[in-house]
């Protein structure tokens, strides 16, 4: 899995940064939610922030350049969509530490029930 993703990153050297350095900013996150519901404007982004439109146009860039926003032109419009097949590569990632935590929880739910049952 690990070489998969790493193997994914030098196929696509072509980008400056990769998925997970676009969703460790807590703005970029927060872009991502707002779009994970509706497309929207970067100026309609932008009203949710304090930070200045040029700021969020910056984090929307990064977004972009890791696929995880697609930006399309509908007339003198620039609408930012959600790109959640390509959150797939965190999910990948994660699914190995989510199957570690499972089995330790399985362990201390054991654990607590043969506590409990004496």
Known sequence: MVAYICNRMI??????RDVF????????????SLLAMNAM????????????????????QILAE??????????R???CHFNAEKMKEVDV???QF???WEDRYDQLDNLLNDQKDK
């Open 11 to 16: 196929a696509n050297k072509s980008m400056r």
């Open 21 to 32: 350095q676009a969703i460790a900013d807590p703005t970029r996150r927060a872009i991502l």
């Open 41 to 60: 404007t970067p100026n309609a982004i932008a009203a949710h922030f304090d930070s200045s439109r040029q700021a969020i146009s910056k984090h929307i």
């Open 66 to 75: 890791c696929q995880l926003v697609v930006q399309k032109q509908q007339g």
């Open 77 to 79: 419009e620039i609408n």
């Open 93 to 95: 990632w994660m699914e």
């Open 98 to 100: 989510r199957k570690q």
